[in-house]
T-cell receptor, first 111, second 117 residues
Framework: SQQGEEDPQALSIQEGENATMNCSYK?????LQWYRQNSGRGLVHLIL?????REKHSGRLRVTLDTSKKSSSLLITASRAADTASYFC???????????FGTGTRLTVIP | GAGVSQTPSNKVTEKGKYVELRCDPI?????LYWYRQSLGQGPEFLIY????????DSGLPNDRFFAVRPEGSVSTLKIQRTERGDSAVYLC???????????????FGEGSRLTVL
């Protein structure tokens, strides 16, 4: 079963704009991760944020985590056409072994 | 190899047939995961191995699905009496460690696309 829900399901922006995707989850977590998937390909890890962290940066990526609201956001700044992909949040529940993925946001960046 | 390798990349079979999908994880990765992804959906957890043992198989949909990892490296996902609803991309991922001490990222293969006619 999937634990997370992403919002929006689809997002279309112009190159250079910022893209924000949100993820909500249901249970207590150890960490939350974001992955990217190009069409027809496997998933690639982008960034991990631990439950005791509130914000993390990696290049043009900024992730926030609000454990009281059980939500996270992924911000991609200065988007590029090559950022076009599906983005998934994934949560590792406290004490659990596996990683549950959300439903994904399909991002299209128009050149 | 440098990454997670999955074979075959595509498999077309007929309803009722038996299918095996193989995953070769990154060398040294003790944790191995199988997921299933339908079109437009996120990966759905199937089973997780820590070493040779299935530490969590709660995601397997029914007893037609079975997975092994006999030597703690390569894993095979086996599907008996395939049904059209089994059609999906089956993704394998590995991680350096597993269990409660694992907080790290998963490395995914490119997936095996299964089509059941």
């Amino acid at each position: 079963s999937q634990q997370g829900e992403e919002d929006p399901q689809a997002l279309s922006i112009q190159e250079g704009e910022n893209a924000t995707m949100n993820c909500s989850y249901k249970t207590s977590i150890n960490n939350l991760q974001w992955y990217r998937q190009n069409s027809g390909r496997g998933l690639v890890h982008l960034i991990l944020i631990r439950s005791n962290e509130r914000e993390k940066h990696s290049g043009r990526l900024r992730v926030t985590l609000d454990t009281s609201k059980k939500s996270s956001s992924l911000l991609i700044t200065a988007s590029r056409a090559a950022d076009t992909a599906s983005y998934f949040c994934a949560t590792r529940e406290t004490g659990a072994n596996n990683l549950f993925f959300g439903t994904g946001t399909r991002l299209t960046v128009i050149p | 190899g440098a990454g997670v390798s999955q074979t075959p990349s595509n498999k077309v079979t007929e309803k009722g047939k038996y299918v095996e999908l193989r995953c070769d994880p990154i060398s040294g990765h003790t944790a191995l995961y199988w997921y299933r992804q339908s079109l437009g959906q996120g990966p759905e957890f199937l089973i997780y191995f820590q070493g040779t043992g299935a530490a969590d198989d709660s995601g397997l949909p029914n007893d037609r699905f079975f997975a092994v990892r006999p030597e703690g490296s390569v894993s095979t996902l086996k599907i008996q009496r395939t049904e059209r609803g089994d059609s999906a991309v089956y993704l394998c991922a590995s991680s350096l460690r597993g269990g409660r001490i694992n907080t790290g990222e998963l490395f995914f293969g490119e997936g095996s696309r299964l089509t059941v006619l």
